[in-house]
C-alpha cells in the first residue's frame, strides 16, 4: 500500500466506557501498510505522531494532549467499492428537479398548491411512519395488509422500496458516523449525506441480508423489484385530476401538465430535500442531549418539517421506540397519527420510551425535572 493516497479520521470517542481512536478527515501518505503514526504502548501519542496529524491538518479534530488512544479502531474515508456515482443513477432525480421548471409556463392554480402540500405531507408520512419508524426499526406492528399498502403508498415518494430503505438505514444505525456508514456527513461531507450516497453503485443496491424479516414476504419483494410503477401511477393520476378539473371547471384555471408539475414535480422535490435533511444537517445542526457516540442532533426545525424527524438524537439513543420526541414539548406528529390509527386498531403494540431513557436524561440534566406529561 505503499505511495497509496488514504483518507483517516483522527478524533476521540467514547465507546462502552474506553477512548477510542477516531480520525477526522485528512489525507495521510501510507507507508509500510500503516496510515498512522507510531503511538505509544500506554495508549498516549508519541510527539513525532502528533507532529504528522499536526502537519496532515488536523486542527479540527477533538484530540487533546494526554489523551488516551487505543489503536484498534481505525475509521478509513478513503473511496469505497461502489462510491461512483453514474450519470445514469442520477438522471431520475435531476429529471423531477427540472420538472419544477415547468412553473414557468404552466403557472399555479389554488387546488394544485393544495395537492402539492398534502401530498408533501402525506408521503412525508410513509416515510417517517413505515419506511423508517415501521420497516426499519419495528416499533409497532401491522396487518399484512396495511404494510402492503403504505409501501405501495411509500413508493410515491420517489425514494424507491421500504426494504431498500430499511436495508440502508439498518446499516447507519450500526456504523453511525464511523465506516461503513453510508451517508455519514463527518465521513464524506454534507453533499454525499444529502443526496449523493444513495446515487451511488452501492447505494443503489439492497443488501437483503441486513432485512431477513422482510425478505419473506413476496410482495414486498414485487414492490421492490417495481418501485417506479409508484411515482408513474401517481403521475397518471394527476394528470387525470388535472385534465378532469379544467375541463368541468374551467375557472379553476388547472390543467393536466400544471397538477403533475406542482403535484409530483414541486412536491417531490421538497419531499427529497425535507428527509435527506436528517441524513445531513441532523448530524451537524442541532443540540445533543444523549452521549450517543456519533454527531446525531435535536433540530426542532427539522421536526416540525419533517413530522418528528428531527429529534434525531432522541432517535439514535433509542430507536427501538415509535416515539421520537421523547417530551410533549417535542413535537413528534407522525407519533400523534399513529397513535390514532392504534386506537381505530389499524396498528398495534406502539413501543414506547422506557423510564430509564428518562432516567438518563435526568442525570444529564437536560431532560426535565420529570418524565411525567412526556408519555402519560
Known amino acids: ?6 483518507r483517516v479520521l483522527v478524533g476521540v470517542r467514547r465507546i462502552a466506557g474506553c477512548d477510542v481512536l477516531r480520525c477526522a478527515a485528512s489525507s495521510l501518505r501510507v507507508t509500510s501498510g500503516r496510515c498512522l503514526p507510531k503511538i505509544r504502548e500506554n495508549g498516549n501519542m508519541s510527539e513525532s505522531g502528533r507532529g504528522a496529524l499536526s502537519k496532515a491538518g488536523h486542527g479540527r479534530s477533538r484530540l487533546r494532549a494526554g489523551s488516551k488512544l487505543i489503536p484498534t479502531v481505525v475509521e478509513s474515508a478513503s473511496p469505497r ?26 403557472g ?22 413505515f419506511y423508517h419508524r415501521y420497516f426499519s426499526h419495528r ?26 430503505w430499511a436495508a440502508h438505514h439498518r446499516q447507519h444505525h450500526r456504523h453511525s458516523d464511523r465506516e461503513p456508514d453510508p451517508h455519514s456527513p463527518g ?25 431477513p424479516d422482510w425478505a419473506k414476504y413476496p410482495e414486498l419483494k414485487w ?13 397518471a393520476v394527476l394528470a387525470l385530476v388535472g385534465w378532469a378539473t379544467g375541463g368541468v371547471f374551467p375557472g379553476s384555471e388547472t390543467s393536466a401538465v400544471q397538477m403533475v408539475v406542482w403535484g409530483f414535480g414541486i412536491s417531490t422535490t421538497l419531499l427529497y430535500h425535507g428527509t435527506f435533511t436528517i441524513n445531513s444537517i441532523a448530524h451537524r445542526v442541532g443540540t445533543q442531549r444523549f452521549k450517543t457516540g456519533d454527531d446525531s442532533r435535536n433540530n426542532w426545525l427539522l421536526a416540525l418539517l419533517t413530522l418528528g424527524e428531527g429529534w434525531h438524537n432522541n432517535h439514535h439513543y433509542f430507536p427501538g421506540s415509535a416515539r421520537q420526541g421523547f417530551y410533549w414539548w417535542e413535537v413528534d406528529v407522525t407519533y400523534y397519527v399513529l397513535r390514532i390509527m392504534q386506537v381505530l386498531g389499524i396498528i398495534w403494540d406502539l413501543r414506547p420510551v422506557p423510564e430509564r431513557v428518562y432516567d438518563v436524561a435526568r442525570r444529564e440534566g437536560s431532560g426535565g425535572s420529570s418524565a411525567a406529561g412526556a408519555e402519560r
Open 187 to 211: 465521513l464524506r461531507g454534507l453533499l454525499w449525506s444529502h443526496v449523493a450516497w444513495f446515487l451511488s453503485d452501492a447505494g443503489i443496491k439492497t443488501d437483503w441480508s441486513v432485512v
Open 81 to 106: 467499492v461502489g462510491d461512483s456515482v453514474r450519470f445514469i443513477n442520477v438522471i431520475p432525480i435531476l429529471s423531477i428537479h427540472l420538472l419544477c421548471l415547468g412553473v414557468i409556463w404552466v
Open 108 to 129: 399555479w392554480s389554488p387546488l394544485a398548491v393544495v395537492v402539492a402540500v398534502a401530498l408533501f405531507f402525506g408521503r412525508m408520512f410513509c416515510i417517517t411512519a
Open 1 to 6: 500500500m505503499a505511495g497509496e493516497r488514504a
Open 139 to 164: 416499533t409497532f406492528r401491522a396487518h399484512r395488509v396495511t404494510q402492503f399498502l403504505f409501501a405501495l403508498a411509500g413508493v410515491t415518494a420517489a425514494q424507491r422500496g421500504p426494504v431498500w
Open 223 to 235: 414492490i421492490e423489484n417495481n418501485h417506479m410503477i409508484g411515482p408513474a401511477l401517481l403521475i
